[in-house]
């Protein structure tokens, strides 16, 4: 575990006990540690595999692929090159990619989007701001790199190379904000960002999804609250194929957002109250990601040979 990732989590603990005694003292709530194991609609957590390439050491983000079967994506946090990394269910070596184009500053999440035609292509979210000094944040997307027997077990020393990557340079309309959540919706393809915050809501933003032209501003359109303390500080986030569904999760949990019978306006979904899912034993959790059906949502943690747990809906 890095020194980085150690300083986040501490803070968490840290700034979440101090938080809780004071919240706690003045209200009588229950701690999200008390509900039902395996959350609302969920079977319990389990861990079906472990991440086996020696070179993800901050697996900060994951994505199922939705152009072919047991394939997911992950990358690290800042401090690798840009790289991305394909591995299955059990958490096998399928593969390293380099990406041209593209820079690592603080990659903090990874998102598949489906064209129209059939097409898979992968996005990249270096967005994250730990020290709040960047003002200008960027969005990478390549094609899909196919997966095969050629790939496989590759590293970094003997990586394949993506397509170019497209760029989506953004910046914020007020005050700068550290990120760890990207969502493309399914259909639109429009880009949400979900800040992350120690002590306020976590707040969405939308992009449209121009890649290639000037500096877009993100558009603010709605404030979440996870049930947990802090109540803002969310580290990775998915959305089901239909677009009905949005999975989100901090170090510690995960909280899924449901959009109402009959209401097709996706932003309704940011509304909603999050209910909770136990992800299982994630010691710094920041990666969680839906199967094409959105009935299996799977995670995992940094750290090396990490695993990967699943959590199936009843």
């Known amino acids: 575990m890095s020194s980085k990732t150690i300083a986040k989590f501490s803070l968490f603990v840290i700034f979440g006990v101090a938080t809780a005694s004071i919240f706690w003292g003045c209200r009588n709530i229950e701690p999200t540690s008390a509900k039902q194991p395996g959350g609302n609609g969920f079977f319990p957590p389990k861990t079906v595999g472990k991440i086996t390439n020696p070179d993800i050491k901050e697996a900060s983000g994951l994505a199922v692929s939705k152009c072919q079967s047991n394939v997911m994506w992950t990358h690290n946090d800042s401090g690798d090159e840009a790289f991305i990394y394909a591995v299955d269910a059990a958490g096998n070596n399928?593969?390293?990619?380099?990406?041209?184009?593209?820079?690592?500053?603080?990659?903090?999440?990874?998102?598949?989007?489906?064209?129209?035609?059939?097409?898979?292509?992968?996005?990249?979210?270096?967005?994250?701001?730990?020290?709040?000094?960047?003002?200008?944040?960027?969005?990478?997307?390549?094609?899909?790199?196919?997966?095969?027997?050629?790939?496989?077990?590759?590293?970094?020393?003997?990586?394949?190379?993506?397509?170019?990557?497209?760029?989506?340079?953004?910046?914020?309309?007020?005050a700068v904000h550290d990120a760890e959540t990207l969502i493309v919706h399914p259909s639109t393809g429009d880009i949400y960002v979900l800040s992350k915050s120690k002590r306020d809501p976590s707040k969405v933003f939308k992009l449209s999804p121009v890649f290639g032209g000037d500096t877009q501003t993100a558009?603010?359109?709605?404030?979440?609250?996870?049930?947990?303390?802090?109540?803002?500080?969310?580290?990775?986030?998915?959305?089901?194929?239909?677009?009905?569904?949005?999975?989100?999760?901090?170090?510690?949990?995960?909280?899924?957002?449901?959009?109402?019978?009959?209401?097709?306006?996706?932003?309704?979904?940011?509304?909603?109250?999050?209910?909770?899912?136990?992800?299982?034993?994630?010691?710094?959790?920041?990666?969680?990601?839906?199967?094409?059906?959105?009935?299996?949502?799977?995670?995992?943690?940094?750290?090396?040979?990490?695993?990967?747990?699943?959590?199936?809906?009843?």
């Not at 996005?123 to 997307?141: C, E, L, P």
């Not at 994630?282 to 699943?310: F, H, L």
Request: hydrophobic share 30%.
């Open 219 to 314: 558009k603010e359109i709605a404030e979440i609250k996870v049930p947990s303390i802090p109540f803002g500080l969310l580290t990775g986030g998915d959305v089901s194929n239909d677009g009905r569904r949005v999975a989100l999760c901090d170090y510690l949990d995960g909280y899924e957002l449901t959009l109402p019978a009959g209401d097709n306006n996706f932003e309704d979904i940011w509304k909603q109250e999050p209910v909770r899912i136990d992800l299982g034993p994630r010691d710094t959790g920041e990666a969680v990601a839906y199967t094409a059906d959105a009935n299996t949502i799977y995670a995992t943690t940094e750290g090396r040979n990490a695993p990967i747990i699943e959590v199936r809906r009843k």
């Open 94 to 174: 399928l593969g390293t990619w380099r990406v041209p184009n593209a820079q690592n500053v603080d990659w903090e999440d990874i998102a598949e989007f489906k064209d129209r035609s059939g097409k898979c292509f992968v996005y990249i979210g270096d967005i994250g701001n730990n020290g709040g000094k960047h003002r200008i944040y960027s969005i990478y997307r390549v094609p899909e790199p196919v997966v095969s027997p050629a790939n496989r077990d590759t590293t970094r020393k003997n990586a394949s190379q993506t397509e170019p990557a497209q760029v989506l340079n953004f910046d914020y309309p007020e």
